[in-house]
Nanobody, 114 residues
């Protein structure tokens, strides 16, 4: 059974930065495309960034140029560096395998104050 544990969220002022981490256990992490998602109150969960097993990346237009996804396969961990944060980035952030059928972790809350 795959477990995903997200961390690194918090309260930050607009313009600030945070680095999120997500560690996976119970799977061969290195073969999966991984993604960071976010869900704001009353909204659906959306994919904001994805990374291939070899490190190729893609981003939602809303975060392009501000967020950077990366991974360390030796540590079974995917990261999301978030810079120039805006109020609209406030959400619970989750990671998951793209196309995988893993359960969601608890997520990590990011709150950006203006």
């Amino acid at each position: 059974q795959v477990q995903l544990v997200e961390s690194g969220g918090g309260l930050v002022q607009a313009g600030g930065s945070l680095r999120l981490s997500c560690t996976a256990s119970g799977t061969i992490f290195s073969i999966y495309h991984m993604g960071w998602y976010r869900q704001a109150p009353g909204k659906q969960r959306d994919l904001v960034a994805g990374i291939t097993p070899n490190g190729g990346t893609n981003y939602a237009d809303s975060v392009k140029g501000r967020f950077t996804i990366s991974r360390d396969n030796a540590k079974n961990t995917v990261y999301l560096q978030m810079n120039s944060l805006k109020g609209e980035d406030t959400a619970v952030y989750y990671c998951n395998g793209l196309g995988a059928t893993w359960s969601w972790g608890q997520g990590t809350q990011v709150t950006v104050s203006s």
